[in-house]
């Protein structure tokens, strides 16, 4: 909503994933995940257990994004969702459309216009 771009990432387990966001470039993060999971229905980092070097890949890649959009250099994974798997060693890029008529946030008609704060499970140590 404030028009800047970022990089969303996230990990559990032996699993990472990583996106781009840039205004006006590709979808949004609501185009992506349209609305958030119920409260509980996903675990806690306490609950399924988080592999630290998985926090170290993910986050050099984040980081690599950020210095990518920084100095203008290189293809951002804008409307592309990276996942990375650390049991088999693989990453895979899979496609995210943009979807410029129905999105509550970047549609045509916007129906969410403010932030607001989901109830969700934090990560408890």
Known sequence: ??????????????????????????????????????????PTCKQAGVVGAMGGVIGSLQAMEAIKYIIGQGKLLTGTLLTYDALTMTFRKVPLPK??????????HPTITKLIDYEQAECDM
């Open 1 to 42: 909503m404030a028009g800047k771009p970022f990089s969303h990432a996230g990990i559990i387990r032996f699993q990472g994933q990583l996106m781009t966001y840039v205004p006006g470039e590709g979808p949004c993060y609501r185009c992506v995940f349209r609305d958030p999971p119920p409260k509980d229905a996903v």
């Open 99 to 108: 979807d410029t008529s129905d999105c509550p946030v970047c549609g045509k």
